[in-house]
């Protein structure tokens, strides 16, 4: 305790000195906090924007053919009897909907839109996609089997038609065909590339094929399947892929005309692009830790030169060498927490501004505000090992000076 308030009192008789050392830590903790909480957020951002796009989603699409060596459009291969199949047969998925992708404006009274997204999908849309509704309701399985002209709204497809008004028993009209709106889905925000996916609206498949598709078509464009769990994906792929080469009876080492991607797979890419990112980034921000190491070095070998002759006089009085290398360690590492703890909280409010100036210059972005707490911890951990490591050498040199030359330093 002694040896902390001597410590305490030295640091501040020579304060600008201290300010100075402690402005090498300063900065090397606020750069690790800072780099390594905004790499989180853009990590953290990834995962909502999948995470958006269903709970554990598989997606099913049509393969694409070759003619002449020349490789054609998609196959018109998938089926309402492949959704079924799986949805039956597959023990892993836990719900599947077909998409029907159709097009056109929206008319409520003398305003139009056009939504970027208009589907027609199956009754266990909502659960795939992780997607609730907001107001109203969802359509049922009566609904589908009548292809009856109902349809639900997305949050902006809505806020464009009806601005504040309630559109729930509305008739909108798509291509002069009158729609009754029955729901509306909660807000969703912009995708990762940006994309609204509030832009949409969707409606039972077999209006949408019948009403909007036409042309005869009687199958689906794409399939959505959620699996039971994200550990029991691989296997869902897996049971997808072996149950729809079955039905399309694909032969052996022949092209399976569907594809089966895996949204997951691609979130994880992405997750160890931007770890990686944050490493490095946490690692050159590290140097400028052992920079400020240093400068706390040459700092104290300064001050056990100015000093001499008040160690000489201390040790004169008793003081052993053990306690003035306790003293010069202590001052060494109270420099490193002092510099580690305003380091961490500058670091916060750095992540904090620069992702809030990511979110207002960059559009259809949302990063979260992420502070990285063991980051910060880590830092602080690691600048008061600086203040040990580049301490001791100082102290110790302190220790060995002979208390008669000591004294008679100038």
Not at 61 to 79: A, E, H, N, Y
Not at 158 to 181: D, K, M
Not at 279 to 286: E, F, N, R, V
Request: proline letters at 3%.
């Amino acid at each position: 305790m002694v040896t902390l308030q001597i410590a305490c009192r030295s640091l501040v008789k020579n304060r600008l000195r201290a300010i100075l050392t402690v402005l090498g830590v300063v900065i090397g903790i606020a750069a690790v906090t800072t780099l390594v909480s905004v790499g989180q957020s853009a990590a953290e951002m990834i995962r909502g924007q999948f995470s958006a796009i269903g709970t554990n989603v598989i997606v099913v699409i049509p393969g694409t053919g070759d003619r002449g060596g020349v490789r054609q459009g998609p196959l018109p291969s998938l089926s309402q009897g492949d959704v079924d199949a799986i949805a039956s047969q597959c023990p892993t998925v836990l719900a599947t909907t077909p998409l029907v992708a159709a097009a056109g404006q929206v008319i409520h009274g003398s305003t139009n839109w056009s939504p970027k997204q208009m589907f027609g999908v199956g009754v266990d849309y909502p659960t795939v996609r992780s997607w609730r509704v907001r107001r109203g309701g969802f359509f049922s399985d009566r609904d589908v089997q009548g292809a009856e002209k109902v349809c639900v709204l997305g949050h902006t497809v809505a806020a464009r038609l009806f601005q504040t008004a309630n559109p729930l028993g509305s008739i909108v009209r798509i291509r002069n065909i009158p729609f009754r709106v029955i729901g509306v889905l909660e807000k969703k925000g912009a995708n990762i590339v940006g994309d609204d996916q509030d832009d949409i609206l969707v409606m039972p498949y077999s209006t949408a094929r019948k009403r909007l598709v036409g042309n005869g078509f009687k199958g689906v464009h794409a399939i959505l399947v959620s699996a039971r769990s994200v550990e029991r994906m691989a296997e869902s792929e897996r049971e997808i892929r072996h149950l729809l080469a079955d039905r399309h009876k694909i032969a052996a080492g022949q092209r399976n005309d569907f594809q089966v991607q895996n949204t997951t797979e691609i979130a994880k890419a992405l997750g160890v692009v931007t770890g990686v990112m944050t490493a490095m980034l946490a690692s050159i921000a590290g140097i400028s830790l052992l920079v400020g190491g240093v400068g706390i070095m040459n700092i104290m070998l300064v001050s056990v030169t100015e000093r001499t002759k008040e160690i000489g006089l201390r040790m004169a009085l008793g003081a052993t060498g053990a306690d003035i290398l306790r003293q010069f360690l202590v001052e060494s590492i109270l420099l490193s927490a002092i510099g580690g703890v305003i380091g961490f909280a500058l670091g916060v409010a750095g992540a904090a501004g620069l992702t809030l100036l990511i979110n207002a210059y960059s559009s259809g972005t949302d990063w979260p505000i992420v502070v990285s707490v063991p980051a910060g911890l880590a830092a602080i951990g690691f600048a008061a090992l600086v203040g040990i490591f580049f301490g001791y050498y100082p102290a110790r040199r302190a220790s060995r000076l002979d208390p008669i030359e000591a004294l008679r330093y100038e």
